[in-house]
T-cell receptor, first 114, second 116 residues
Framework: GAGVSQSPSNKVTEKGKDVELRCDPI?????LYWYRQSLGQGLEFLIY????????KSGLPSDRFSAERTGGSVSTLTIQRTQQEDSAVYLC????????????FGQGTRLTVV | AQSVAQPEDQVNVAEGNPLTVKCTYS??????LFWYVQYPNRGLQFLLK??????LVKGSYGFEAEFNKSQTSFHLKKPSALVSDSALYFC??????????????FGTGTKLQVIP
């Protein structure tokens, strides 16, 4: 596609439920990043993938968070047993390569845990 | 540890006036510096970057930023503000070592309000 696509745009879930967020990066981009944007705060790095290499999970806030990237393209971020503090906008970005100095962001998924 | 500061939560400017959004940074090596803009319910859009070379960097939509090493600043500027410039602006920094955007630190954002 022309840009990074994320789905759903909005997700409301009950506390304790699992959610899956999807990111479809720009075709040909080997690096993919997930961030969390909370109100009044900057972007918090969660995880990144480079090609078929094992992901860097150093930013994941707890073991309830996991992500995978299938075939070096589409990625899903899964949050298990959601908590109210997980409410935020989850942004995905991709860049041409790991060392790329320009990243392209999707429109984000606004997650609300009630 | 690297850091970036955007000292103003909000900047108000009249349409047609020049605007400045401030950013200061701290890194251990040489900085790579970025500005992104976020419109409501949209992702971040790249505006400009400083990697090396000329201290004055020109970017999208008429924006520019000046790298000042002695003051460790990278303020975003535009000579004449438009109402459509109203958005949330993020400054970001990483050092010049290896790695990608997982090494980038983003500021907390400055809301720019251009008043007609």
């Amino acid at each position: 596609g022309a840009g990074v696509s994320q789905s759903p745009s909005n997700k409301v879930t009950e506390k304790g439920k699992d959610v899956e967020l999807r990111c479809d990066p720009i075709s040909g981009h080997t690096a993919l990043y997930w961030y969390r944007q909370s109100l009044g705060q900057g972007l918090e790095f969660l995880i990144y993938f480079q090609g078929n290499s094992a992901p860097d999970k150093s930013g994941l806030p707890s073991d309830r968070f996991s992500a995978e990237r299938t075939g070096g393209s589409v990625s899903t971020l899964t949050i298990q047993r959601t908590q109210q503090e997980d409410s935020a906008v989850y942004l995905c970005a991709s860049s041409l390569s790991l060392g790329g100095t320009e990243a392209f962001f999707g429109q984000g998924t606004r997650l609300t845990v009630v | 540890a690297q850091s970036v500061a955007q000292p103003e939560d909000q900047v108000n400017v009249a349409e047609g006036n020049p605007l400045t959004v401030k950013c200061t940074y701290s890194v251990s090596g040489n900085p790579y510096l970025f500005w992104y803009v976020q419109y409501p319910n949209r992702g971040l859009q790249f505006l400009l970057k400083y990697i090396t070379g000329d201290n004055l960097v020109k970017g999208s939509y008429g924006f520019e930023a000046e790298f000042n090493k002695s003051q460790t600043s990278f303020h975003l500027k535009k000579p004449s503000a438009l109402v459509s410039d109203s958005a949330l602006y993020f400054c970001a920094v990483r050092d010049d070592g290896s790695g990608g955007y997982q090494k980038v630190t983003f500021g907390t954002g400055t809301k720019l309000q251009v008043i007609p």
